[in-house]
């Protein structure tokens, strides 16, 4: 693999030729392709690695003078230097977006954004679009004819946990992703720390496996004290997580950010913690007052868990029904019906038309109806939601009071005013019974009753 190629090497690897859908997240794909740009641009010696940041060292060469994106990247960090992980982030959707229309002007991809919220890749050349990826299996399956490029591709795809998409089951890879490296900056690092000695004939990097396994030997370096496990970022997540539960969600917006940026970190983007602390940030976002950050991430949380766990999982069913109140409460009925009709099927099958989960969404899909204008059909709903909560929770269980009180309100929009005012005082007395007289659902109950 010529490092010139390496950019578009990975980014065809982490694309379904067919589907066209990415096998990992979209920060995972992100951070590849920044990891394998840098990388490149280091083996061409127009980065390095100075105490830990990047700095631009040189011109381009003759090889790489047609190299806009090179140009571009070398000139932000020439521009402001900061550590490799800042560029991570910084240059991902603009590597990303050259990259891509790069291999669509090439002829090897095409853009297929038809119903889709994001684009999809799918080959146009499928010969060409599978290059790398037969390339770098070959290489996997031979490990001493890895030249340095195909050696950097596979470690940033590693770093990702793209392995499983490279010849399953292969020994080498499999002991690689024992210790998988901490990032595609693990990989920058380590290559800029590796000596690049070309070989006679081929250009063949003797040390090519270094550079995977360098990345490895760094984050084993780091001090384990450095790095909480898994059981120490959860305990931080319930605690921030508690801080949005009792209305301080700008407390808990920093650190969930700092849970968040360590799970994704450690354990990787598909990980259920990870996806489920991305999750609860962006409520906290979004209960802090702060919908700009909050939806974008709540739409990229459900992507990522449905395409990591699978549609009917429920953390992608909890994302799900997070995202149709949030479309609820910004007055997008219509689309939050679409959210919800999923979760409350699913639901209801899996787990019971009474259990509390079910019982949530169903409500929320009633007052869904009710706001895009047809409290008939609204009503009709939460009759039913109301006589399984009944029967499965009880009068005074909170659901239960929550749908009474829904219904109650939904009636009075139908003209049906004296069967509302029923409604009302039942919740009102329920509530006061099950969830005691000081509990907040109670006095807002109490007054919407007139003195």
Not at 17 to 35: C, D, K, M, N
Not at 270 to 297: C, H, I, K, M, Q
Request: charged content about 25%; overall charge negative; aromatic content about 2%.
């Amino acid at each position: 693999m010529k490092y010139t190629h390496l950019v578009t090497g990975v980014f065809t690897v982490l694309h379904d030729p067919v589907t066209g859908r990415a096998v990992a997240g979209h920060r995972a794909v992100r951070a590849a392709l920044v990891g394998a740009q840098l990388a490149g641009l280091v083996i061409a010696g127009r980065l390095a690695v100075e105490d830990g940041r990047m700095v631009a060292t040189g011109p381009p060469d003759d090889e790489h003078r047609d190299d806009p994106t090179g140009d571009l990247v070398v000139a932000a960090v020439d521009g402001a230097p900061h550590d490799i992980r800042y560029w991570g982030t910084a240059l991902g959707d603009t590597v990303y977006d050259r990259t891509a229309q790069a291999l669509v002007d090439a002829g090897v991809l095409r853009r297929d954004a038809a119903r889709l919220r994001a684009p999809r890749w799918p080959a146009a050349d499928p010969v060409r679009a599978a290059r790398a990826r037969l390339e770098i299996e070959q290489r996997v399956a031979d490990p001493v004819s890895f030249d340095l490029p195909g050696a950097v591709a596979l470690a940033c795809l590693l770093a990702v946990g793209a392995g499983g998409e490279l010849a399953p089951g292969s020994g080498f890879v499999d002991e690689l992703v024992a210790e998988l490296p901490t990032g595609p900056a693990a990989v920058v690092t380590a290559l800029a720390e590796v000596p690049v000695r070309p070989m006679p004939g081929g250009g063949r990097f003797a040390g090519s496996r270094l550079v995977v396994e360098a990345a490895v030997l760094q984050r084993r370096a780091d001090a384990p004290a450095a790095r909480p496990g898994r059981a120490a970022l959860r305990a931080r997540h319930d605690a921030a997580a508690a801080l949005v539960g009792v209305g301080r969600a700008g407390e808990a917006v920093p650190l969930l950010e700092e849970v968040v940026a360590e799970a994704v970190h450690d354990l990787g983007p598909a990980d259920p913690d990870a996806l489920t602390a991305e999750g609860n940030l962006a409520v906290a976002y979004l209960a802090a007052g702060r919908p700009a950050s909050g939806v974008p991430l709540l739409v990229e949380v459900l992507e990522e868990r449905e395409w990591s766990l699978g549609a009917d999982h429920p953390l992608s069913l909890t994302a799900r029904d997070v995202l149709a109140s949030v479309h609820r409460s910004a007055g997008r009925p219509a689309e939050a019906l679409a959210h919800y009709g999923p979760v409350v099927e699913h639901r209801t099958r899996v787990l019971g038309p009474g259990h509390p989960d079910t019982l949530v969404s169903r409500l929320g899909a009633g007052l869904a109806l009710a706001d895009d204008g047809d409290p008939r059909a609204a009503v009709a709903v939460l009759t039913d939601a109301l006589r399984d909560a009944l029967a499965e929770q009880g009068p005074g269980h909170r659901c239960t009071v929550a749908i009474r009180g829904a219904l109650a309100g939904c009636l009075d929009l139908a003209g049906r005013p004296v069967e509302a005012r029923t409604e009302y005082d039942r919740a009102a007395r329920d509530a006061a019974t099950g969830l005691g007289p000081a509990d907040p659902d109670t006095a807002a109950l109490r007054a919407v009753l007139p003195r």
